[in-house]
C-alpha cells in the first residue's frame, strides 16, 4: 500500500554530446532536447557535456516556466560540461574538481581539458532535504588496454567519499550521470558498496528502455559500432543512483530510456540514451525498541557486505598501485629525454663558442641549421620539464589516494575483528593502574 505521505520525483540524466564543431547536428539536438525537457514533467534534469555556456543560458531561458532553477558547473579549460535544472529552489551548490582526469598530451581524447569533476545542489523537496549530484568520469577509449583506468578509479575513489561526507545530513541522495564504467565493473562497485546507493535499473520492477538497460546503442546512427566491440548490442554506462536515510524510504516505481529515433525527427537526442527515473519518497520513523537488537541473519549480512567491501578496496588499491608504477616509469623516461636535450644544449653552446675562443674563426656549421638544432634542443628540454611536473603531480595524487586506501582497508579490517575503528592515543601510552606496561603493548 503507497504511503499517503509520499512524494514522486521524477529524474533525468542525460550526456548530450555538446561538442560544437564535432558532435553532429549540435544546436538541432539542443532544440530538441530543451523542447522535449519542457514537455516533460521533470522535477531534476542532470546534464552532461553540456560544453558551450551558450547553450546552458540557451536551455535556461527555455525552461524558465517549467524549471525556474538551475545552476551551470564551472571547472577547467572548457568547463565541467554539467547542469542541473530543478522545479524545486537550489539552496546550496559545490563543485570538486578530481584530481586525476587523463593526459593533456592526449588531445584527441580532450578530457583533461574538461576539468571532469562532481557537482552538487542541495534541494528542499517539500520538508525533506536532497543532496543532488552530477557528475561524468573520464571516457574507457578501449576496454582491452584501459590507460586510464587507474585514474577513472582514483576518480570513482574522490567520488563516494565526496558524497559520503557531504550528504551525512540529507534525508535523501540522487546522483545521476555518465560514470563511463560497466555495472560490474571496478570503480562502480567501489561506489554503490561504500556509500550504499542503489541502482534504479536494478531496484525497479517497471522498466521501458533498451535491453538490458543499455545507454550506448550500436542502433545509434552517432555512434561508430566498431568502438562497442566486443558488446555488439551496445553497454551500459550511464546511470541514477539513490538512497534514503534514517527517516526517508525510497523506492523507484518506475524507469525508462529512450530508445535511439526520436518520433518525428531525423536522429535521436545524442550518443547516449536518456534516462528518466521516477523515486517514490516515504517519511520512515525508526522504531525505537528495535535498535541495537540485530538478529544473528543481519549480523552475518553486514559481516559479508564488510568482507566484501574489504575486497573491493583492496583491488582497487592494486590497480592504483599499478598507475603508480607506469607514472613512475614515465617519469624516468621523461627525465632521461631531458638530460639528453640539456645535454645536446650544451654541446651546441660549446660549439658556438669554439670561433670566439678561436679569434675570430668562422662557424663551422650553416647558422639556419644551428639555429634550428638549438631550437629542437630548447623545446625537448621544455618539453620534458613541463611533463615531469606534470608526471610528479600524477604521482602525488596516486599515492594520496593509495595511502587513503591503505588506512581505510585498515580500518574495515578493524570492523570485521569486532574491535573499535580507532581508539584514543592515551589508552595505547597509559596502562591502567597497577598493571605491567608491557601488557598492553600494540601488537605489530
Same mark, same amino acid.
Given at each position: ?9 521524477? /529524474? ?31 522535477? %531534476? ?44 529552489? %537550489? ?37 525533506? /532535504? ?124 518506475? +524507469? ?21 527515473? /521516477? ?13 541495537? +537488537? ?73 647558422? /639556419? ?23 610528479? +603531480? ?51
Amino acid at each position: 500500500m503507497v504511503n499517503t505521505d509520499s512524494v514522486s520525483v521524477r /529524474v533525468f540524466s542525460l550526456n548530450c554530446w555538446g561538442i560544437h564543431y564535432l558532435s553532429k547536428h549540435c544546436s538541432e539536438r539542443y532544440a530538441m532536447i530543451g523542447d522535449a525537457l519542457s514537455k516533460e514533467e521533470h522535477d %531534476i534534469v542532470l546534464l552532461q557535456e553540456v560544453w558551450s555556456e551558450k547553450d546552458y543560458h540557451s536551455l535556461k531561458k527555455k525552461l524558465a516556466c517549467t524549471h525556474p532553477h538551475s545552476h551551470y558547473f564551472k571547472s577547467g579549460v572548457i568547463g565541467s560540461g554539467m547542469a542541473i535544472f530543478s522545479k524545486h529552489r %537550489i539552496h546550496d551548490t559545490f563543485l570538486y574538481r578530481y584530481s586525476l582526469n587523463g593526459y593533456p598530451y592526449m588531445a584527441h581524447h580532450g578530457d583533461w581539458f574538461g576539468g571532469k569533476a562532481v557537482g552538487m545542489a542541495v534541494l528542499n523537496i517539500g520538508s525533506l /532535504v536532497a543532496n543532488v549530484y552530477v557528475t561524468h568520469l573520464h571516457a574507457e577509449y578501449c576496454r582491452e588496454k584501459d590507460s586510464y583506468l587507474p585514474h577513472r578509479v582514483v576518480q570513482a575513489w574522490e567520488l563516494q567519499q565526496f558524497v559520503r561526507h557531504t550528504s551525512a545530513g540529507a534525508d535523501v541522495v540522487i546522483l545521476g550521470g555518465d560514470l563511463n564504467m560497466h555495472p560490474q565493473d571496478l570503480g562502480n562497485r567501489l561506489l554503490r558498496s561504500y556509500t550504499g546507493l542503489r541502482d534504479a535499473y536494478l531496484e525497479t520492477d517497471v522498466f521501458d528502455g533498451c535491453e538490458n538497460g543499455i545507454t550506448l546503442i550500436a542502433e545509434n546512427p552517432f555512434i561508430n559500432k566498431r568502438e562497442l566491440v566486443p558488446f555488439e548490442q551496445g553497454i551500459r554506462i550511464d546511470y541514477i543512483l539513490f538512497k534514503g536515510s534514517s527517516k526517508t524510504k525510497i523506492y523507484c516505481d518506475s +524507469m525508462s530510456t529512450t530508445k535511439g529515433s526520436v518520433p518525428d525527427h531525423p536522429f535521436p537526442y545524442s550518443d547516449h540514451e536518456a534516462l528518466t527515473a /521516477v523515486l517514490r519518497l516515504e517519511p520512515h520513523t525508526p522504531n525505537e525498541t528495535g535498535r541495537g +537488537m540485530q538478529s544473528k541473519d543481519q549480523d552475518s549480512a553486514a559481516e559479508k557486505k564488510l568482507a566484501e567491501l574489504v575486497d573491493i578496496v583492496t583491488e582497487a588499491r592494486t590497480e592504483v598501485k599499478v598507475g603508480l608504477h607506469c607514472a613512475e616509469r614515465m617519469r624516468y623516461t621523461v627525465a632521461r629525454s631531458g638530460l639528453m636535450g640539456l645535454a645536446l644544449l650544451v654541446l651546441e653552446l660549446a660549439i658556438a663558442a669554439v670561433p670566439w675562443l678561436a679569434l675570430g674563426e668562422e662557424q663551422p656549421f650553416p647558422r /639556419v641549421s644551428f639555429y634550428l638544432l638549438a631550437a629542437l634542443c630548447f623545446a625537448i628540454l621544455l618539453t620534458a620539464i613541463l611533463l615531469y611536473i606534470f608526471y610528479t +603531480m600524477e604521482l602525488k595524487s596516486l599515492q594520496g589516494a593509495e595511502d587513503q586506501m591503505r588506512l581505510a582497508v585498515g580500518g574495515l579490517q578493524e570492523k570485521l575483528r569486532g574491535f573499535p575503528v580507532a581508539q584514543p592515543h592515551n589508552t595505547q601510552c597509559r596502562p591502567p593502574e597497577g598493571q605491567d606496561p608491557s601488557a598492553v603493548d600494540p601488537v605489530e
